[in-house]
């Protein structure tokens, strides 16, 4: 053979085979054989028997689209876990998604409509989408073609996704490395609901890990292994009609923003719309008309009574405020109709949600990506928080006035406090933020954390004016400003209005942190003067104390519960001690817009902050972080069943067993001030302020003072000695951390570096013999010694345990407007 045909025959016989042919695709009749159908958003047909969810998608247009919609998930069942979220109800946000044909795939994208070319001619607008990403999620088979080329898909395999990410929640706080299991996750072909608007479908997924953490294992029934059922939603876009309103940063509103490249010259390419539901006059020119749809929350028929007609009457507050607005019968609230689905997009729901530990409520706007209507609201309530408030109130008052209708009924408070906190969430889902100013202006807006007023009366805490009824005054112009606005310019004589009458506003971002400064923003506080408050809880906390002790329980209930009841007692005046530290350092700001002449910062006048400088010491004596001995007996029960995490999270540490330790209560409290004091940001502060003008209090003179006070010991007994020692040395090893801070001034660090020296060699003078001197020498060598020191504020079991208090509840772990 020749060399050339050998070659050409091996070449041949090695080249490979011309690919097939792909199969036609079935024909539709035979595809959907068998199957149920539904006729609503979108026909669907269900396959029980083989697991198929098959979608009618319209024909697609020329860039393939076959159907855009709102795009949500939500968890129709949750794990229960405060820390983690994964609640029930709770979802992601609305996102905007696309089927788009490709050959003999469908693929589900997520479009990206923050970017884009306002009013642009076509080549801008495809311009601008062409130059940012998007995200496909999903790719699938087409199943068949459809009359007029409509697309039958299988969207099970779509349902089977970790859409709400939940093996990363899972994952985080180190409770094991959860990974999604596909051959124990399926679409749900039992539930298929398709409505004239909105398609819901929901799959069952599974997540296992071999290494499960504490908060999960503590619910889960299988080790490690933790199933969730995940609500899947397509929803129509809504009607073209909207108006959108530019957010305002002093409207105490929220915000979508947008990023419009053709906006004109010299403005903002940036800014925001704000959030809200549609709401329409049938007479659009009356002051005042009946809406076209009215906005109506439903309550979750899972809440008990008398919490669900105590939900019913504090949502049913906003009504006042849309009254006032001009749209009449425009808001109402009441009980979900029996049957309804909570997870239908077509309710605004307040979904009542149980955990295994207590936890934040949350309200959340839905709102369509591309104009910032709100096209669902969504409440999220924790069933504990009313059980955690009884808690606290029968420990102030006692709990055998619960359920007698007496003026200082627990009960009474607890639904007063359901009240404003179903206001408050639903005033999140209609599009309004937290204004931590409110409390400091008269109880005038329920979108603040209110902190039970708790009086004394003949020298015992009283609960009959705990919290307030109805909305307030910034909640009628949010409403205003908000709804009642037609035009952004409307929008500016509202505004202007509001700052003429002194309605201030103060953000979540400027209010959450222990350390920041504004002295009007805080949590939990109450009272126009915080450092007046401060003064006032620190008597309502001396009295409850000195009440404080079997009374605050049930006959019946385990003594052992005493301990868990005794924290939020103990620090009751907490959140005030926050408030006051605002004031050092603070600086009184607002969100101007230029040409509203309310942009100047002003610190806080000296004079204030030194009264709030004296308070906060206060709260540091020896006798106010003495535990009343007569409590110590008491505080000491033990507990022989299993254990409960909730009480076990909320325990100040014991010294062994059930025995109560009284000094590791006095380094709780001392720790809770010194948090706020020494916090690296506000010391900054203090040494900007006083570099400024030196009539200030500086960093220097606020470290002097709580040196010199908390190491005084002149003219104490024992018992009290040893209380001071210990806040003495909470206060010395505070100091430390914050000086090796890196947030902490180098010139604060070096300074504070040689503070401690000089302590330390002051302590090192000490003569004699005895726990007061042994004391002072140790204390002395550990300050002097560096590398000891350095490991000894680097122990995390040396750092005092404060207990959580937030919310009344949890930690704070969500993307949610919360409380």
Do not use: C
């Not at 099970?156 to 996750?185: C, W």
């Not at 942009?599 to 004596?621: C, I, K, N, S, Y």
């Not at 020494?678 to 400024?692: F, G, H």
């Not at 504020?793 to 949890?810: E, F, K, N």
């Amino acid at each position: 053979m020749k060399p050339y045909l050998a070659f050409l025959i091996a070449t041949t016989l090695a080249a490979p085979a011309l690919a097939a042919d792909p199969p036609a695709l079935r024909p539709a009749a035979q595809v959907l054989a068998g199957t149920s159908a539904q006729q609503g958003l979108l026909p669907v047909h269900v396959d029980r028997e083989n697991g198929h969810i098959y979608l009618t998608l319209p024909a697609p247009d020329a860039d393939g689209i076959s159907g855009r919609f709102i795009y949500l998930t939500a968890l129709e069942t949750g794990l229960g876990s405060a820390p983690l979220g994964l609640d029930h109800a709770q979802s992601r946000e609305a996102r905007l998604l696309i089927f788009r044909r490709v050959g003999r795939k469908v693929l589900a994208e997520i479009e990206n409509p923050r970017f884009r070319a306002e009013g642009g001619d076509p080549d801008m607008i495809e311009g601008v989408r062409h130059s940012f990403a998007y995200s496909t999620i999903w790719m699938g088979d087409i199943a068949a073609v459809g009359d007029g080329g409509s697309l039958i898909v299988d969207v099970a395999p779509f349902l089977v996704r970790d859409d709400m990410n939940i093996a990363r929640a899972l994952r985080e706080e180190q409770n094991g490395d959860y990974k999604l299991r596909p051959e124990l996750s399926v679409a749900d072909v039992n539930f298929v609901r398709d409505f004239p608007r909105n398609l819901e479908l929901s799959a069952r997924l599974t997540f296992t890990s071999e290494r499960p953490g504490a908060d999960v294992a503590n619910i889960v029934p299988e080790r490690g292994n933790a199933s969730f059922v995940v609500r899947h939603s397509l929803v129509a876009l809504p009607e073209p009609g909207y108006q959108p309103r530019r957010f305002d940063p002093r409207a105490g509103s929220f915000g979508m923003q947008v990023v419009d490249y053709n906006a004109p010259l010299g403005r903002p390419l940036v800014y925001e719309l704000a959030t809200r539901f549609r709401l329409e006059k049938t007479d659009p020119a009356a002051p005042r008309s009946p809406v076209r749809r009215p906005i109506v929350f439903y309550i979750d028929r899972a809440a008990p009574e008398p919490i669900r007609t105590a939900l019913v009457e504090g949502v049913n507050w906003w009504r006042q405020a849309f009254d006032a607005a001009g749209y009449v019968d425009a808001f109402r609230a009441e009980v979900l109709p029996e049957g309804a689905d909570p997870l239908d997009v077509r309710y605004n729901v307040v979904n009542w949600v149980n955990r295994a530990t207590r936890g934040w409520s949350y309200g959340q706007p839905i709102t369509d990506p591309r104009t910032g209507e709100i096209i669902r609201g969504q409440v999220l309530l924790g069933s504990l928080r009313v059980r955690q408030d009884l808690m606290i109130f029968q420990a102030l008052v006692g709990a055998g006035l619960t359920g007698t209708g007496d003026p200082n009924d627990p009960i009474t408070a607890a639904l007063a406090r359901i009240r404003q906190l179903g206001a408050h969430e639903v005033g999140h889902a209609l599009g309004f933020a937290h204004n931590f100013a409110a409390s400091t202006q008269g109880r005038y807006s329920v979108m603040d954390y209110p902190a039970p007023r708790i009086g004394l009366s003949a020298g015992a805490p009283t609960l009959t004016d705990a919290y307030g009824s109805g909305v307030g005054r910034w909640d009628m112009f949010a409403v205003d400003w908000l709804y009642g606005a037609r035009t952004d310019a409307e929008g500016d004589q509202r505004m202007a209005a509001a700052l003429r009458d002194g309605l201030r506003f103060v953000s979540d971002d400027d209010s959450r942190a222990a350390d920041s400064p504004h002295p009007l923003g805080s949590l939990w506080d109450d009272g126009a003067d915080p450092v007046e408050e401060l003064r006032r809880m620190m008597a309502v906390r001396t009295a409850a104390l000195q009440r404080f002790g079997p009374a605050a329980l049930h006959p019946g209930d385990p003594q052992s519960q005493l301990r868990r009841v005794f924290v939020p007692i103990w620090l009751i005046d907490r959140y005030q001690i926050e408030a006051a530290a605002k004031m050092l350092g603070g600086f009184d700001f607002t969100y101007a817009v230029i040409g509203d002449d309310h942009g100047e910062a002003r610190a806080v006048p000296a004079a204030d902050q030194r009264r709030a400088l004296d308070a906060l010491l206060d709260t540091l004596a020896p006798d106010r972080l003495t535990v009343p001995p007569a409590l110590l007996p008491q505080l000491s029960a033990g507990w022989a069943g299993d254990r409960d995490r909730q009480t076990d999270i909320e325990l100040i540490p014991t010294a062994g067993g059930p025995v109560f330790d009284p000094l590791a209560a006095t380094e709780t409290g001392a720790a809770v001030t010194l948090t706020d004091l020494v916090a690296p940001t506000r010391l900054n502060r203090l040494e900007i302020q006083s570099q400024a003008d030196p009539a200030f209090p500086s960093a220097h003179e606020v470290i002097d003072r709580l040196i010199e006070r908390t190491f005084a010991f002149d003219r104490l007994g024992e018992s009290q000695a040893a209380v001071q020692r210990r806040i003495a040395t909470t206060t010395a090893l505070a100091l430390a951390r914050a000086q090796r801070d890196p947030a902490l001034s180098p010139t604060i660090a070096l300074a504070l570096s040689d503070r401690l020296q000089r302590l330390a060699a002051s302590l090192a003078r000490t003569t004699g013999t005895g726990v007061q001197a042994d004391w002072s020498r140790g204390l002395a060598r550990l300050l002097g010694d560096r590398e000891a020191l350095a490991a000894a504020v680097a122990d995390q079991r040396r750092l005092p345990t404060i207990p959580p208090g937030m919310p009344i509840g949890g930690a704070e772990g969500e993307d949610w407007p919360g409380l």
